[in-house]
């Protein structure tokens, strides 16, 4: 965390914006349907998206235990997207119906990124 923090500073200093170590995590099972269906639905393009290049996918399964995050509550459900930062869950989406939907969901978690500075948020 100090390095981040210090690598922050230095950016600041320079007069770039400070770059966060963001990702989202989508935990899921093997059997499950709505990850499937996500992975049809959003999987092909997230990647060439603002949102998936602001926060790169990772995934996660359920079957190996919790994920190795600093989590706000345990994932109990299929899929879950957690959005992270330098380890520290921000927000999550917990479930998948339609396409529109999650990406209405992931801007206003991702938008808890630009709000707050990074010591407010961890």
């Known amino acids: 965390m100090r390095k981040a923090l210090i690598g922050a500073a230095v950016a600041v200093l320079l007069g770039f914006p400070a770059a966060s170590a963001a990702e989202l995590v989508m935990v899921e099972r093997d059997d499950c349907s709505w990850c499937k269906r996500w992975h049809a639905e ?3 393009a997230y990647v060439k998206t603002e949102e998936g ?11 190996q235990g919790q994920p190795k995050l600093a989590l706000k509550e345990p994932v109990r459900f ?11 869950e921000i927000g999550r989406i917990t ?18 990124l630009e709000a707050k500075p990074a010591e407010v948020r961890q």
């Not at 290049?53 to 079957?63: G, T």
């Not at 119906?97 to 938008?111: I, K, S, T």
């Open 53 to 63: 290049r602001r926060a790169p996918l990772s995934r996660w399964r359920l079957e």
């Open 78 to 88: 299929t899929p879950t997207f957690i959005l992270v930062e330098d380890g520290h």
């Open 95 to 112: 479930g998948y119906l339609e396409n529109g939907m999650f990406w209405g969901l992931l801007g206003g978690l991702l938008a808890r």
């Open 42 to 44: 959003v999987g092909p």
